[in-house]
């Protein structure tokens, strides 16, 4: 009767526990580079498990064997030295697994540093994501709109983040979309995204820049690209025009809500590349923007 | 000027004026006690003056100690106010500050300090030495370190804690960011703990190189010896780096420089860039002294020699030259781009080779033993599992790419603390059992030793695991609240209890010291463990001068061999012992440095340049002063070797 409860009650909990909970936002990526390290993970999950219950089953089978209880009390444990056999094997097979996890960590860092793969023929959307206290400000060059607290893009594009910051540093992170990168005052880093399908997905900055962190995220709506061109139309017939002086505004520490606008703050107050680059360019001779980011 | 604004809390809370009321209390019945009980005295000779490494050694102990509890008070708040969803506990300020300071103390004023008091206190007893090479110098250190701490300590009840995570990156550190003094005393207290722990590591190198017993060679000495000494290689090597970012960093504030800040050509880069490459060797000065405890305590509870010695000492020095070479890996993200964080994530990845030697050595030190679970014992068995798992998410964060998800996150919490917990806090608990008789003259209680270290082991496991999940559920450190819809109440719930269970498993420790001072039995004699290295070998508690005779050692386990193998370790005569005086210049000294640093806090500048003065003047005395310490005759070592062993 005991036992049929327990079952009973680990079997309820068990069922709530699995359709509770939702997969793991990291584990359940939404776009190829986020997919990378999803896998990545995976193996590495497997591999280190596997790892552990080795040793887990050594140390139980010592610790059965030749515990003093267990022998005579007269036992003198030997005087063992060492083998070189053993030895070997010790350090060669952690060597062969760091080798492979090192082949497959270079690999998908070449991934996740480059436009993704799979959508290497689409033209990239850049948005120049920039922080200031606590606050996220999207411009799209492209469009000529700029949003706060939130990003609108479109599916099966590649999207390329440059990221910089008013302020302490901070980190851009969407994690179905793909991992992390730090948004800094005196340079541009890049971050290439995109997303698989349309949702909508969490944004944040994860590094601690102050009392306003734990609010500091935004929202991600992916669309298809049709949807994306009509929200495009609106903003344009919309939103009103980013000034300078409401942008030195919104830099004002503080939490504000999402808006829109026309215009970009990029050309009031440009990001720090090329010539408005921090201290790797100063005055810098060569206008070849590229060659001065790939340098980052 | 207005002292009263300057001095205030900048975020003041009623648990702020309760904890400023509970040490006013406190000091108050300090020097009560002290004054009725007539201890000043004993107070200043045998303690503040003195210069004996295992009083210092002890010193460091309680210190640590009560840092833990400092520290752990601190991580308690934090799973409190996170256990539940928009929880109203704390707030964001005060989050901030709490976090920062459970890092700092933890790492710098608890962990630092408990490495110190075995060091201190087993090193020259390991090697058969009479005392450290700079037994005065040595003072100095601690009371550099003790002077360090309390500085941070009194941060908040005197102008605001540093609250910029300890890690404390620039610009967010700078002034324009972070106004109140609390990155002041930040840099104050570990630039001033920092000269005191660069000059153990010197004093350290030196003891071991030049006062080890006659015939103990370099591959003779105990694993905790060499262990020590690598540790205080990588602290010479690394804490120049920590004290020129300090400076930087202090420049940056007191005197409007702009090294790090965001504008005028200032580098956030550099100081994540210094901070690690300092940060990440300091994490081995810290666990590389554990380990050498748990080769300890492993090898005497099989009953066994420790398995592939030269391996050990291998792998250790492989690990202090891999310890310079990953620091790259705390900021993959910051955009160095996909060939320097490749090279990092393969010398990240690498240090896991020989650290795995390690944990198989250990392993192939049980075969063939007659393993006794005493509580030491207890301790490092319950490490290698857990350990394991913290070790293997390292690798897991070593792959660059899939760092880009685990960065910032509640998963490297959870690394983290699963490495440093078993890796260090069960390693200085084990010593602590372990070399409490020899310290002390009576044994902890071991039913008691042996409940805690599973409490405290189930507590990491609960505390630390649901941050793996977590942090692979989007939640990034450091966030002081969260919504219910994020779905992170369940796992910081688990932790909570585990937090708890943290708590308990500490204050039955305490129980455990107050328990045995009143019921351990006293006389148990020199060896109680059956142990095999030189420490034992002295009475305990050791006598001042250590040893009466010089020891000779002709393997690395010199007692076992003179107790089962007929070797003769004390074959010279009685001779008389030359000691250092106690010196009242190095406490004097950490005093002058504790307002030194106070000065700059504030920016007191005429305080500031009279106590510069001060340190000078103190250096300056003790260059005039000729002390030739002092020689205890052979009569007064027998009279004592007779009290305390009972025999010639």
Redesign the interface.
Known sequence: MKNRWIKLIGFFTIVTMLTGCDPLLVLDPKGPQAQVQAKDIMLSIGIMSFIVLIVFVILAYMLIKFRASKQSPNYKPPHIKGSIMVEVICVGIPVLIVAYLSIISVESNYKVESPPEKYKNEEPLVVYASTSNWKWHFSYPEEDIETVNYLYIPVGRPIEFKLYSYGPITSFWIPQLGGQKYAMADMVNTLHLAADMPGEYMGRNANFNGKGFAENTFNVTAVQQAEYDNWVKEVKETADMLTEEKFNTLLEPGHVGQSTFNGTHLTFLPPPEGEHGGHQHEKAESKDNKSLQNNH | MDYFERFAIPHPSPAIYASMVAIGLTVIAIIVGLTYFKKWGYLWREWLTTVDHKRIGIMYLISAILMLFRGGADAIMMRAQMAVPDNKLLD??HY?EVFTTHGTVMIIFMAMPFIMAFMNYIVPLQIGARDVAFPRLNALSFWLFFMGAMLLNISFVIGGSP???WTN?F??ANNE??PSVGTNYYLFALQISGLGTLITGINMIVTILKMRAPGMTLMKMPMFTWSSFVANVIIVFAFPVLTVALTMGTFDRLLATNFFT??D?????LWANFFWVWGHPEVYILILPAFGIYSEIISTF????L?????MVGSMVIISFLSFLVWTHH?F??????LT??IF??TT??I??PT??K???W??T????????TTPMLYS?LF??TF??GG??G??L????????Y???MFLVAHFHMVIIPGVVFAMLAGLHYYFPKMFGFMLNEKIGKLTAWIIAISTLLAFMPMF?SG???Q???????TEST?FGIWNMISFIGAIGFAIGFALIVYNVYYSIRYSPRNIGSDPWDARTLEWATPSPVPYYNFAKVPHVISTEALWDAKYNQHELFPEKYEKIHMPNNSGVPFILGCIFFAWGFSFVFSMWIPAILTTIGIFICMALRSLEKDPGHYVSVEEIKATEKKMRGVQ
């Open positions: 964001a300020q901030n609250d910029s995570g990156y610009p967010l960011f972070s965001t504008s050509g200032g580098m956030d880069m099989s009953g066994r020699n398995y592939g010695y030269k391996s900021f993200t910051m955009g160095q781009g996909a964080n490749s994530s393969i990845m690498a896991a080779i795995g030697v944990i198989f050595n392993l192939f049980l075969w063939k033993g007659k393993i006794v679970f068995m290698i599992p394991t798992i293997v998410t690798v897991m070593g792959m660059s790419a899939a760092d880009y998800q960065h910032n996150t999940f692979l559920d989007g990034a450190r450091r966030m002081y609240t969260y779905g």
